[in-house]
């Protein structure tokens, strides 16, 4: 037939085939091209245009339909020859499954709380557009001024940027029914605030506005875990009537298992039915301060211009209302994203630790990707033989890259399984840090988080061990092609990726080393008190029933004599709070400015702000708090006796720093004067972590104010912890009891949050300590395999069986030095990071550097011996003879 | 043999049309449109996917020393029935052989006539 040009029609038929799998195209690409040139021709002879088309048509129509199945059908063929050839090297499939599964179980569990906690929005309607207004006392240095009554009402009278503005607060009250009485956390809430936030009751009805109404009957709203939990998920709850502050409350419905911000609450009233917030004074009093605020942004407005609205307020109150607002609190108004407020404190610690789940994943694929490659050079001869019989290089390239994505979705399977195990785990540790912790689980996008990690680890292991074999395979295939380059370059690779593997992993535990030590200068910090034997009990009284000085102090005066009286008790006190309260650490503690007489304040100047605590006159020996100079209360110091009071060390030095702080003055409220009576030592209130604050005492006759009792025991506190319960009970049974705890937990539960990220920091480095090692071991086993004849011939020449270990050692230790050097290098540049984070330690810490370069090495050495020792074990003869 | 799947429509009208003699592509194509009276219209890509699968399964294989057509074009390659897809040819004939014999029996055909 003589020659023509291909009709264009024809190279459109040849472009079409493409979407046929290669092989096919291989096979039968010619033959169809023939066949439909000889069709095209046979129709264009016999028939009409509309014929031509419709044939164009049907054979378009139809290798598109094909086109999948016939994809499909590879795929399963190459997946079925892989699933063989996993099952054939078992150990192998075994060990790649598990280093990866590691790695991408530890970023999916990481990934399933950044999910949960930064990047979702919040569970509750337009989550977005809401906006946590924030009033400080700048000057003062206060960081958060709670909300009073008229100044809610101004901020949503004056506002532009705000749709709504809701307030919220909680108390403890006691809730009576049917002779029944328990302690509950009370939310007050305005009565839009659930519609503010999109939450639909379960049970009835939501709040009405009529029920915020001024003398409106007091109604409730239980959460859902209360109705579950104490009120047995009674269906007829609705129109139940509790009495609470000597008031009926009737229960108009039930939310929805949501998560309660700021706080869990148990149950929620409008502002009219607290006795507090409608009382005549907060209702008019722009100082009664108690509540947080939260405003909905206008559709367009930015946040930024929403502060800037609410600023202006600010400055305009502070003008209108100088008595309320004095120059030295320096009052303003900061406005930030509700969103992100609730992570404040847990994003840096959250990215770092994801950032090093990261590393792990990245750890394993350097290590697969050398298990991958020295299972290629066992499969050398099978790849060869098949590269023979016609399978074309990117036939091999499709197979390889199908094993090493079932590779890696087997892996992905075993890493979730890992990581819904780990985030249970992980949502205790992470309740440290946010309240958003119990959002996470594992949800959809984390499932494809995982699998995208095994995508792209199968791309980035494979990939290396893939090139690898193309390269290689057509040189030896090439009879006789210099084995000894090809082999130098394979050792080469392997060798950087162990370095790789080795200089990641030093990163990792410099910053294991880091967390660690900066956590156990937290533990070793003097917190200025002694909580060995020391046990906390935080009470709550019920307020109407203690109103007065009188009543408060009598029942002070009764729960100290019924601790004191029991068996085992060296020391009792009663006092407003505790050191590290965790209520007061969250909730916010007694603060309040003073004055120093004879030293007039300034109207310019911010006026010190100090932290009181009233307690009775063993509160110091109970707590083990030294006292310095003067003496402690005792029990001469009464309401009607000259007021004193003991101040801490760091007021001492403030004030008077060369002269004697006993017989000074100060005052709380500018006109009465308190004699400073002792000077105790200073004392971490407020976390090991933080400067201990100046404060105040004041004994507890003169100003009542009950939160806590203490004891010192004689042996582990703990015992005694159903007697105080007991003693305290004994007293007023409608005392509630909020926590019973040893002193010592108090303190380790203090850091629980710097303790969580050094226990991941250990975990994760720990992980890819393992994976580098292992992965050092076997690379290391490899070579003394390969190089059997090489090590043979030397020993029959003479080189001792310890030459041999020292050379196999001396190589381990080489890429295990250049890693660690490498590893030294990043951590340098990248510890800065983590310096926020660290307590008393430099991110340059000599002491951790030196400790991880010996862990590491010595680690490696181990490693490094066994391989060792099966090289200086080779028979020279035996090993020659089998060659 | 009993073992193997059973054969679609499409597959047995190329065995049928490989059944009087070895055939190129497009000749098979043609036959069946033709001895179908234009019923049954293969496109190539059923066509080689019907084509590889009989390859596969052993029923038909490729013709190693071309015959020498006149006008032959060289980049034709032909295909013919193997043994095992002679056979299976017939088992399927005969089944439907048995099929149409009891759709007579039931008057199914006669009646189909009737309307």
């Known amino acids: 037939m003589p020659y023509e040009p291909a009709a264009f029609s024809d190279r459109l038929y040849g472009a079409i085939l493409r979407v046929l799998p290669f092989e096919f195209r291989k096979e039968f690409g010619s033959d169809m091209e023939q066949a439909f040139l000889e069709q095209r021709r046979d129709v264009e002879r016999r028939s009409s245009f509309g014929s031509l088309l419709t044939m164009w048509w049907a054979t378009i129509r139809d290798i598109f339909s094909m086109a999948p199945r016939e994809h499909a059908m590879l795929l399963l063929h190459d997946s079925q020859y892989a699933l063989r050839m996993m099952r054939k090297n078992a150990g192998y499939t075994f060990f790649a499954v598990v280093i990866l599964g590691l790695g991408i179980g530890a970023s999916t569990a990481m990934f399933s709380v950044v999910n949960a906690v930064m990047l979702k929005p919040l569970p509750y309607m337009q989550g977005n557009d809401l906006v946590l207004l924030n009033a400080q006392g700048r000057k003062a240095g206060i960081e958060a001024l709670p909300f009073s009554p008229p100044e809610i009402k101004d901020y949503r009278e004056r506002n532009h940027s705000l749709s709504a503005l809701v307030e919220s607060h909680s108390m403890m009250f006691t809730l009576f029914a049917k002779g029944n009485s328990q302690r509950v956390h009370a939310g007050v809430v305005s009565a839009s605030y659930f519609d503010f936030f999109g939450i639909k009751p379960r049970l009835g009805r939501g709040f009405e506005a009529s029920d915020e109404r001024d003398g409106a009957p007091p109604v409730l709203l239980l959460s859902y875990e209360f109705w579950k939990e104490r009120e047995g998920g009674d269906p007829s709850i609705v129109g139940k009537t509790f009495e609470m502050n000597d008031r009926p409350h009737v229960v108009i419905g039930v939310l929805p298992p949501i998560p309660q911000y700021p706080r869990e609450n148990d149950i929620y009233m409008t502002t009219t039915s607290c006795p507090f917030r409608s009382s005549p004074r907060s209702v008019v009093d722009r100082n009664w301060r108690l509540m947080s605020v939260f405003g909905r942004l206008k559709p367009g407005v930015t946040l930024q211009h929403c502060g800037l609205d609410l600023s202006l307020i600010a400055a305009r109150l502070e003008r209108q209302y100088p008595d309320a607002y004095p120059h030295g609190l320096g009052y303003a108004m900061r406005t930030a994203s509700l969103r992100d407020e609730l992570v404040r404190g847990a994003r840096p610690m959250l990215l770092l630790l994801l950032a090093t789940a990261s590393l792990v994943l990245l750890i394993a694929c350097a290590n697969v990707a050398n298990l991958t490659q020295a299972r290629m050079l066992r499969r050398e001869k099978e790849l060869t033989i098949r590269a023979a019989l016609g399978a074309g290089s990117g036939r091999l390239l499709r197979q390889l890259v199908t094993e090493n994505f079932i590779l890696s979705l087997l892996a992905a399977v075993l890493g979730v399984a890992l990581a819904f195990g780990g985030v249970r785990v992980l949502s205790v540790f992470m309740a440290h840090l946010t309240p958003r912790a119990r959002e996470i689980s594992i949800d959809p996008s984390v499932l494809l988080f995982s699998v995208v990690c095994a995508v792209v680890t199968a791309i980035v292991f494979g990939s290396i061990a893939a090139l690898y074999s193309r390269n290689d395979l057509s040189a030896s295939m090439r009879e006789g092609a210099s084995q000894t380059t090809l082999s130098r370059r394979r050792a080469r690779l392997r060798s950087m990726l162990i370095v790789a593997q080795v200089a990641f992993s030093y990163v990792l535990l410099i910053g294991a080393g880091l967390t660690i030590r900066s956590f156990v200068h937290l533990q070793h910090v003097n917190p200025g008190f002694a909580p060995e034997q020391a046990l906390a009990a935080g009470i709550d009284l019920n307020w109407s029933k203690y109103k007065t000085n009188a009543q408060i102090r009598e029942v002070a005066d009764r729960l100290l004599t019924s601790a004191q009286r029991q068996p085992g008790v060296v020391a009792a006190a009663v006092s407003s709070s505790y050191p590290l309260d965790p209520d007061a650490l969250t909730m916010g503690a007694w603060k309040t400015s003073f004055q120093v007489y004879g030293a007039p304040a300034l109207a310019s100047e911010k006026l010190p702000i100090t932290a009181v605590r009233a307690a009775t006159p063993d509160y110091f020996r109970t707590l083990g708090i030294r006292i310095l100079q003067g003496r402690a209360f005792n029990d001469s110091d009464r309401a009607e006796s000259l007021p004193v009071a003991i101040v801490s060390k760091s007021i001492a030095r403030h004030y008077w720093p060369r002269r004697n702080p006993i017989g000074q003055k100060v005052s709380v409220d500018g006109k009465n004067w308190i004699t400073i009576a002792g000077v105790a030592d200073d004392v971490k209130e407020f976390g090991l972590g933080e400067q201990a604050p100046d404060q105040i005492y004041v004994p507890m006759a003169a100003q009542p104010s009950v939160g806590s009792v203490l004891v010192r025991a004689v042996g582990d506190p703990s015992h005694l912890a159903s007697e105080i319960r007991l003693a305290i009970l004994a007293v007023d049974p409608q005392i509630a009891i909020t926590r019973l705890q040893s002193l010592d937990q108090v303190r380790s539960d203090s850091v629980s949050a710097p303790r969580t990220v050094a226990d991941l920091f250990g975990i994760f480095s720990a992980l890819a300590l393992i994976i580098a090692v292992t992965g050092l071991a076997s690379m290391l086993a490899l070579t003394v395999r390969q190089r059997t004849r090489e090590i043979a011939i030397r020993m029959s020449l003479g080189a001792s069986t310890s030459g041999v270990s020292r050379m196999v050692v001396g190589r381990g230790l080489l890429l295990v030095g250049s890693g660690a050097v490498a590893g030294l290098i990043s951590s340098l540049v990248l510890t800065r990071f983590l310096s926020s984070l660290l307590f008393e330690t430099s991110p340059t810490d000599v002491l951790t550097f030196v400790a991880i370069t010996a862990v590491l090495l010595g680690t490696a050495l181990f490693a490094a011996y066994i391989p060792a020792r099966r090289a200086a074990g080779i028979d020279p003869q035996i090993a020659l003879r089998s060659e | ?115």
């Open chain 2, 1 to 115: 043999l009993e073992k193997q799947p059973p054969l679609t429509p499409a597959m047995f009208n190329v065995l049928l049309a490989l059944a009087d003699g070895e055939k190129h592509g497009y000749a098979i194509l043609k036959d069946v449109g033709e001895q179908t009276g234009g019923e049954v219209q293969l496109s190539t890509g059923t066509l080689y996917g019907i084509i590889k699968r009989l390859l596969a399964d052993g029923l038909i294989s490729e013709l190693r020393d071309r015959p020498a057509f006149e006008n032959d074009d060289q980049r034709r390659r032909y295909y013919q029935l193997t043994e095992d897809g002679r056979s299976v040819a017939v088992a399927e004939a005969q089944r439907m052989e048995k099929l149409i014999a009891r759709a007579r029996s039931k008057r199914l055909i006669k009646a189909m006539k009737s309307t």
